[in-house]
């Protein structure tokens, strides 16, 4: 049988956007895995009427329905009187949690415990309980009219650690099948044109499924399988992954990896070549992405931020005569660049970036938009010109930062520096 979930969100802290809700991103992540459909996220505030109106449209439409939130001692936590309400349970009060709470205040914070804390005590009649050892607040679960309802707290790591031990075990007996999904992760194409490329497949497919997502400065194609067990899901998945991977070329840089700085790494790694940066209108964003990783430092020897025309020249090495002729946002400045954090930091490999972004033109009038990036490499000097327009300046950054690590990863890989027309 298959199950359709639906995830309540309780508190008016997420509706003010005070907090983000990321207890609903990672329960639909393991409901997924579970092989249970989310078809709905809902949010509501701190009240109990429009928390009974949100309950009577999921039950109407979702056979399962966990909720977050409301299961703490004030006078707003009402998320459990209220389902209580709505599906005709009683509450009952449970000695030995009251014990429990009263334990790990002296345990874990050496005061009393407020009598307030007593209404945490008190669950469903015939639920089962889910045990909280990382808070006060326990959750639980029961099945009513065809329906069944699970209760997990707010803050997001007790929220975690209930869904791990204790409501993840009771949904797997719920369901039989499984979900897989893969990542195809691409750069060098808008999501328009994959998706266009793609769209007559994607709309004949049922399972596997095959979807499009933008991320900054790239795209993320999904695609999901389910079926009753893993292996089977994969062997659904593999020949999809093929073919769309052999469709769309070069322009995808990994499947189920993190980041292009990730292959980056890996490949310079395999290669036994180490990476310097120089940025300008990146302000040290390569840099920052790289070194984010675990490990680097034995791929990753330095950058240089060069913001300033005179850093270009006194630190990197650029000649003035070259600045003065072509200007710090020119080809021959981005090669330049590129040479000159190899020869101070030694590495074999340098990409630099250089260029405007914005909000106006520079004193030469280069237009926004207007980048080059450099590639020194045992193999010679190479650069690249982007033509981004008047887009914002975060996007002609961000689309830079992705540009120089696509061109290091095309590199490594034996690969045209840039995407082939389409």
């Known amino acids: 049988m298959a199950h359709t979930a639906e995830i309540i969100a309780v508190g008016t802290e997420l509706l003010l956007g005070n907090i983000a809700n990321t207890n609903a991103q990672m329960i639909s992540q393991s409901l997924s895995a579970l092989g249970i459909n989310v078809f709905w996220h809902t949010v509501v505030g701190d009240n109990p009427q429009r928390l009974r109106q949100a309950l009577d449209a999921a039950r109407g439409r979702a056979d399962i329905i966990l909720t977050t939130g409301g299961l703490g001692p004030t006078y707003d936590d009402l998320t459990k009187q209220t389902i209580c309400e709505v ?22 914070m050496h005061v009393a415990m407020p009598e307030n804390n007593l209404q945490q005590a008190q669950l469903p009649e015939d639920c089962t309980i889910f045990d909280n050892p990382v808070g006060t607040a326990p959750g639980c679960a029961f099945c009513a009219g065809g329906v069944h309802v699970l209760m997990l707290p707010g803050p997001p790591f007790e929220c975690q ?25 691409c750069f060098g194409m808008g999501e328009s044109s994959v998706e266009q490329l793609l769209r007559q497949r994607m709309a004949r497919m049922e399972n596997p499924t095959l979807a499009t997502y933008a991320k900054p400065a790239e795209v993320r194609l999904r695609a999901t399988a389910k079926a009753a067990d893993a292996r089977q899901a994969e062997a659904m998945l593999a020949p999809v992954v093929r073919e769309v991977t052999a469709l769309l070329g070069d322009v995808v840089y990994g499947v189920d990896v993190s980041s292009l700085e990730e292959v980056c790494k890996r490949l310079l790694t395999e290669k036994g070549l180490t990476l310097a940066t120089a940025e300008s209108c990146t ?76 909000p106006d033109s520079d004193e030469r009038g280069n237009p926004v938009g207007l980048v080059f990036l450099g590639l020194h490499t045992p193999d010679g000097t190479f650069c690249r010109r982007l033509d981004l327009g008047s887009r914002r300046r975060d996007r002609i950054r ?14 490594l890989s034996g690969l045209p520096l840039a995407p082939a027309a389409r």
């Open 283 to 358: 302000g040290g964003a390569i840099a920052q992405r790289l070194t984010a990783l675990p490990g680097v430092s034995a791929v990753y020897r330095g950058g240089v931020v060069s913001y300033w025309t005179s850093v270009k020249a006194d630190v990197l090495g650029v000649p003035q005569a070259l600045l003065d002729e072509y200007g710090a946002v020119s080809e021959q400045t981005a090669r330049a660049m590129a040479q000159g954090v190899c020869r101070a930091t030694g590495a074999e490999v340098g990409v630099s970036v250089t260029g405007v972004a914005g």
């Open 398 to 411: 961000s689309v830079s930062v992705n540009t120089a690590l696509d061109m290091v990863r095309r590199y």
């Open 87 to 108: 599906f005709g349970r009683k509450l009952v009060f449970h000695p030995e949690i009251a014990d429990g709470i009263r334990a790990f205040y002296e345990s874990a």
């Open 161 to 185: 650690t209930m869904l791990r031990r204790c409501a993840e075990p009771y949904l797997r007996g719920l369901s039989k099948d499984v979900i897989v999904s893969h990542d195809i992760l």
